[in-house]
């Protein structure tokens, strides 16, 4: 055990922080959290960048990535699939299991394709699954006035045929674009706090902008 703690380094914290966010919302669902728990998976997307520029600033330790990849199958592949199920109607399980199965298997195969293959340094191969799980989130924040069954279906399949596909999406690393991005991320848990009506506009304002990424491969490929 000493020698584990040993070999963990500070981005290797702040990754375990990652799959804590991820456990905690599948369990607080559970309870009856609806937006607690979507809004882990935020924080859990907030550390997942905060410990990739850590890591690129100091050092990683020899289990980081894999560390990450464990991280990221728990806040970004299984969390979303407890929580969106969770969500649905018993009449409408049957239709929405098997695409949450999909994601969830895309999302794995994502990661190991991810670990395996040569990255390059400004592109992912795939839509990273941590943008799936934002999705999701932001869709399930937005309230139960916008949840449907077959929208939901419809959005967790596009996304695991995204994360699995060869289409090439940006690192996003500038900090015109992070400092903002950031501080809309804080502004949505925040504001859970304050009142949960602000969420839904925050989480829509973000889901608008989740659905430009998504899409920007097939935005280049027009221009």
Do not use: W
Not at 137 to 142: A, E, F, N, P
Not at 179 to 202: C, D, G, K, R, W
Request: proline fraction near 3%.
């Amino acid at each position: 055990m000493n020698q584990i703690l040993h070999t963990l380094k500070l981005p290797d914290f702040v990754t375990l922080l990652n799959a804590l966010c991820g456990v905690l919302a599948a369990l607080i669902v559970l309870d009856g959290f609806t937006y607690l728990a979507p809004l882990l998976i935020l924080i859990a997307a907030v550390a997942d960048g905060v410990d990739g520029h850590i890591a690129r600033k100091f050092s990683s330790s020899e289990i980081g990535s894999n560390l990450d990849s464990l991280a990221d199958v728990i806040s970004f592949g299984a969390a979303p699939v407890v929580i969106t199920f969770a969500a649905v109607e018993n009449n409408m399980q049957y239709l929405v299991l098997p695409a949450l199965m999909f994601y969830f298997v895309c999302g794995i195969l994502r990661l190991a394709r991810f670990n395996t293959m040569n990255q390059e340094f400004n592109s992912f191969r795939g839509l990273p699954i941590t943008a799936g799980g934002i999705v999701i989130s932001t869709y399930l924040l937005m309230g139960e006035r916008f949840f449907d069954e077959y929208a939901i279906t419809a959005i967790v399949m596009i996304l695991g045929f995204l994360m699995i596909s060869n289409l090439s999406y940006i690192k996003v690393r500038n900090k015109n674009l992070l400092i903002p991005l950031t501080m809309i991320f804080a502004a949505t848990v925040v504001s859970y706090i304050v009142n949960v009506e602000y969420t839904h506009i925050m989480a829509a304002l973000l889901s608008g902008i989740m659905a430009i990424y998504v899409i920007s491969p097939i935005i280049k490929k027009t221009k």
